[in-house]
């Protein structure tokens, strides 16, 4: 009986705690925020950034995108993911803008821009993860 008065308090203490072969997202509140934007380190397509990213476009697109995150919205990680792809930004944001999913937006920056190898992949995403992450969040 006691197991059921402390479940809501479990369940709040453990929002934002990511478990093993969960959905890793962040959890917003989106009524001052904004939309539910993925994690900067979740990852997509083998990729980290990149879901969020496209999420980040499509919330602009949208006009659901909190201010905090228009005034710079081309800048720093965006740009950074596109260069690492061999792409433009705006042709991402095209690719978002015609309704492309995840998988083929990134089929299409690889067949556009540069393919990158297995080992290129990992140094971004732990470049990312290390030096990137916690600036954007």
Known sequence: MLFKCFLPVFRHITRGIKLPGERRRTVMNTSSRGPDLRSPSEKTCGLVYFGRMLDRI???????????????????FDQKCAMFLGVSYELLANYVNQ???????????????????EGEIHMWNEFMRNDSIAADD
């Open 99 to 117: 309704g492309l999913t995840d998988e083929a937006i990134l089929q299409s920056c690889f067949g556009m821009g540069h393919r990158r190898c």
């Open 58 to 76: 499509r919330s602009l697109a949208s006009g659901e995108l909190p201010p905090e995150y228009v005034g710079d919205f081309e800048k720093d």
